[in-house]
């Protein structure tokens, strides 16, 4: 369709904006910053083992190790710089954090600070990377503390513990067959699709809405034998299919890449899981919360989805620290509101149930 019966993300940007008639326009700025940077992460995910893109960063001693004590991939480093560089500049901001940095990033003396922090996962999915599986970029825009604003002073990482319901936008870029910004700044959901001719995310999807119901499930099911109760329950049920209590059948789906996950529930529904498991008793969950969980559960609230740690929703818990994490659960509305009561169901009324137990579909 030619460009002129398509909206393009700046239009889109000062057609929201206009609901804030005083703004400055630097909360704009800001996205087309970071928007620029998923188009270079785009183009460097394209080239590939052309590129050099593949295999892990060199380290000291072998591969390099993030804060997470996870490998970093050469384009997890680079998708860092990325951001990094295109958004430090624009006075824009007041600091940055991101999953491949230990502290909060401080934007340098000779340029000036804004009003926002931005948080981000530079790539997500990073196990994908050499096998060509579609992988993300996460972000989350936060206001700075008014007083950071008015001293100009270096960030802490308090400053970013905030709520998920303070965050102003969110979204994700997925680099798969098409490239695609999924965008909320808190007026609904929606999908922009980048014209590789023209360089432009283009809207093509104006207002995103999760099915409410689903018939499809995500979940790492090899750690089936560390998750508590209610998971299992809950997956059982849906294995079961039309022959159990659910009365219909589920199709399963995992990727490994939270990011094509989401943006398949977003498209026709579903339901994601990576809870809370006894895998590493050290850990709170697999994902991060304030860089994927956050953002992310934003863009599902913002789609009429739902999102939570299991028990409550994601975006009203507090954070206690810059890199936690924590149990997802994400997708249409009541297949994650029936998760959750099973997590708040007092665990002695379901093991009443003659037709359940804690380790299997039916009683043996
Ligand atoms: P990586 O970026 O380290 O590959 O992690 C991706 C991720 O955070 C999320 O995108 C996936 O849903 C999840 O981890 C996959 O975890 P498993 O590899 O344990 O299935």
């Known amino acids: 369709m030619p460009l002129r019966n398509r909206t393009t993300l700046t239009q889109y940007l000062i057609e929201e904006r206009r609901r804030f008639p005083g703004s400055s326009g630097d909360f704009n700025s800001l996205i087309l910053d970071v928007a620029l940077a998923c188009k270079a992460i785009a183009r460097s995910v394209a080239m590939g083992e052309l590129g050099g ?16 004590g996870e490998t970093q991939k050469k384009l997890d480093v680079l998708s860092n710089e990325m951001f990094i560089r295109i958004s430090q500049w624009g006075g824009h901001l007041a600091g940055m954090a991101s999953e491949e940095m230990d502290h909060p990033y401080q ?18 999915g990073s196990s994908n990377i050499d096998v060509n599986v579609s992988v993300g970029s996460i972000f989350s825009v936060l206001r700075a503390p008014q007083e950071a604003i008015d001293t100009g002073r270096d960030v802490t990482e308090q400053d970013f513990l905030q709520l998920g319901v303070q965050q102003v936008a969110a979204g994700y870029a997925l680099y798969g067959p098409t490239t695609m910004l999924v965008l909320t700044v808190g007026n609904g959901a929606a999908g922009f699709t980048l014209d590789p001719n023209l360089g432009e995310f283009m809207l ?55 990011v094509a996950e989401a943006h398949r529930i977003l498209m026709r529904g579903g339901v994601f899981m990576y809870p809370r498991d006894n895998k590493d008793p050290s850990k709170a969950g697999r994902l991060r919360l304030l860089y994927e969980a956050n953002p992310i559960g934003m863009v599902m609230e913002q789609a009429g989805g ?15 620290g810059l890199h936690q994490r924590i149990g997802l659960v994400f997708g249409s509305k009541n297949e994650v509101e029936r998760i959750e009561l099973y997590h708040n169901e007092p665990t002695e009324k379901h093991n009443d149930n003659p037709l359940f137990s804690e380790r299997s579909l039916f009683r043996i």
Not at 216 to 237: H, M, Q
Not at 242 to 253: C, E, L, P, T
Request: proline share 8%; hydrophobic share 40%; glycine share 8%.
């Open 204 to 258: 093509t999807h104006p207002k995103l809405q999760v099915p409410e119901d689903t018939q499809e499930f995500a979940i790492n099911a090899s750690n089936s034998r560390f998750w508590e109760a209610p998971i299992t329950r809950y997956v059982d049920e849906c294995l079961a299919g039309k022959s159990g209590v659910r009365g219909k059948d589920f199709n399963m789906r995992w990727i490994a890449s939270m």
């Open 107 to 124: 934007i340098p003396a000779q340029f000036p600070r804004g009003k926002y922090l931005l948080v981000f996962d530079p790539l997500d």
């Open 306 to 320: 739902r999102a939570s740690t299991g028990r409550e929703p994601m975006l009203s818990v507090k954070p206690d």
């Open 53 to 68: 893109m593949y295999g892990d960063q060199a380290g000291v001693a072998g591969a390099a190790v993030n804060v997470q």
